[in-house]
């Protein structure tokens, strides 16, 4: 110990301690990663439920633009119509 040398049982505790630190580290790691992929799998499902409303939505204006488009020139000529 006096040459500033570890003796063999510090170096092996200090062994012990770094793969300890090492596979915590993996562990924590692995954890980590699968709760990102469940958040991630459960923003994908919400995304696709907003996804297939916005779809709804725009075809029922797209229905509604339609309609109204078939019934403006029947308007104008009952407009015009109303004029004479």
Same mark, same amino acid.
């Given at each position: 110990?006096?040459?500033?040398?570890?003796?063999?049982? #510090?170096? =092996?505790?200090?062994?012990?301690l770094l !793969?300890?630190?090492?596979?915590?580290?993996?562990?924590?790691? &692995?954890? $980590?990663?699968?709760?990102?992929?469940? #958040?991630? =799998?459960?923003?994908?499902?919400?995304? !696709?439920?907003?996804?297939?409303?916005?779809?709804?939505?725009? &075809?029922? $204006?797209?229905?509604?633009?339609?309609?109204?488009? =078939?019934?403006?020139?029947?308007?104008?000529?009952?407009?015009?119509?109303?004029?004479?």
């Open positions: 110990m006096g040459n500033g040398m570890c003796s063999r049982k #510090q170096k =092996r505790i200090f062994q012990t !793969l300890l630190t090492v596979i915590f580290g993996f562990l924590y790691g &692995a954890m $980590l990663y699968l709760e990102l992929q469940t #958040q991630l =799998r459960k923003a994908e499902a919400v995304a !696709l439920k907003y996804q297939q409303h916005q779809d709804s939505l725009s &075809a029922q $204006l797209q229905g509604t633009v339609h309609l109204r488009g =078939r019934a403006w020139p029947t308007s104008l000529r009952a407009n015009a119509g109303l004029g004479k």
